[in-house]
């Protein structure tokens, strides 16, 4: 079924007339060695072009008009057309452009549609080879999908015809130049002080950590968060498909895998950079997300002294992720039993961090849970903290993550490290194994 868009309007298509025109002379007449980069600058010269070209061809605008007429030209010529606001919104975290004349946001966790649109499918197409041009990728009928990142890092993906049968489609995740903090994180109601505290404890003392959850939990935020735990005078290597993690130490080198180019050559996996930056000499290792046979050489390293390691795992709870990994490790190509598979899960990790978003819109911290060992042929695991929900009013979620009174059997690693813990982080009924 085919959807009937309304006409524009005669005031509309001499707007957008105007508009192109306009635009079509600043981008002849604009000098093409002129370095973009310097936008400031650039935005000067084309403001001066822009009010000769108003003037030569007599076109009589009110103060308000002429301004947002310019600001629009300018977006198309420097940045990314309609969605120049939406980035600049800083309340946004999500834009979803679904086709020229659908786009959404999300904004505290709900999505909502805009109003702004894009002219036609050629104007959209314009926008996304704006975005992966610079980046030497490319999005066409042969290769329609593409991941890249904005200049600011802000995470995209585009789909084009025929692949998406709505026109071109765009999702950018947002990156926030200022990284959440503990204090925020807390505030927000995500996790508790007490739980933050023990994860402290656990990066210090280099214990194999993963962060899991479904799309949108706030993996990478999370991620990044723990690796700020990180003591200033180790060296962290980091693994990316698009760099997003925001490290504040000193002694970090960050990796970013690279697609195949034109023809077919030159991609460099996740999987090459975690092998290679082994010879690296690195004391901690964070992949952004493990999703493939990277997995195998995480755990093969998690194994052979680069202790400390952290990496994301998409799962909707801690069984799920180890079973992620056993299967990651499968599709590596590796001719290993189940079990022998298992014991290398059970040797490499120690803990899971189970992130959620609720359906009111929240990101949460729903369990965190300890990988003991082995069991017959079933890796061991037990909740530290669990979130216990309590009700829902208002719209909202209510609960709190709670310990369960177990102290986990890391402790004494954690302890020989030189931190102690506060037995009340457990509860006052805590139960002690061995």
Not at 137 to 151: F, G, M, Y
Not at 397 to 426: C, N, Y
């Amino acid at each position: 079924m085919q959807v009937r868009r309304q006409p524009a309007s005669p005031v509309q298509d001499a707007y957008r007339n105007l508009k192109e025109r306009i635009q079509n002379r600043l981008i002849a007449e604009l000098d093409p060695t002129i370095d973009v980069t310097k936008t400031a600058e650039v935005r000067r010269t084309i403001e001066t072009m822009y009010d000769e070209i108003l003037a030569s061809e007599s076109i009589v605008l009110s103060r308000t008009e002429r301004q947002r007429l310019f600001e629009q030209i300018i977006a198309e010529i420097l940045g990314l057309g309609p969605l120049e606001p939406l980035l600049a919104d800083d309340s946004i975290t999500e834009i979803m452009v679904n086709g020229p004349k659908q786009i959404y946001i999300e904004r505290g966790g709900k999505a909502q549609r805009v109003k702004i649109t894009f002219e036609s499918d050629e104007h959209l197409m314009r926008i996304i080879e704006r975005i992966v041009a610079p980046l030497g990728r490319r999005i066409d009928e042969s290769s329609p999908t593409v991941d890249a990142r904005l200049q600011d890092g802000s995470r995209v993906n585009a789909v084009i015809p025929p692949i998406s049968l709505v026109g071109p489609v765009l999702t950018i995740r947002k990156f926030s130049e200022t990284p959440l903090t503990v204090e925020q994180l807390i505030g927000y109601g995500s996790v508790t002080a007490e739980c933050m505290e023990f994860l402290k404890a656990c990066v210090q003392a280099k214990l194999n950590i993963i962060v899991s959850g479904g799309t949108g939990s706030g993996k990478t935020t999370f991620l990044n968060l723990l690796s700020g735990f990180i003591h200033a005078d180790e060296r962290i290597i980091t693994v990316e498909n698009a760099a997003e993690l925001q490290l504040r130490q000193e002694h970090v080198v960050t990796l970013e895998s690279r697609p195949p180019n034109i023809e077919g050559k030159g991609a460099v996996t996740i999987q090459d950079l975690v092998i290679n930056c082994l010879r690296m000499r690195p004391e901690r290792i964070i992949v952004g997300e493990c999703r493939g046979p990277e997995a195998f050489d995480m755990l093969q390293a998690m194994n052979t002294g680069h202790e400390g390691s952290m990496t994301t795992i998409h799962a909707n709870n801690p069984r799920e992720a180890l079973g992620r990994v056993e299967n990651m490790i499968l599709m590596a190509g590796m001719d290993l039993p189940h079990r022998a598979i298992r014991e290398q899960i059970a040797a490499a990790l120690d803990l899971i961090i189970q992130l959620s978003r609720m359906r009111d819109g929240s990101r949460k911290c729903v369990a965190i849970t300890e990988v003991q060992g082995m069991e017959g042929d079933i890796v061991t695991m037990s909740d530290i903290f669990k979130f216990e929900q309590t009700g829902f009013e208002g719209g909202k979620v209510l609960g709190e993550l709670r310990s369960t009174g177990l102290r986990p059997m890391f402790m004494s690693k954690i302890e020989a490290s030189g931190i102690h813990l506060p037995p009340s982080i457990f509860g006052a009924g805590q139960r002690r194994r061995y």
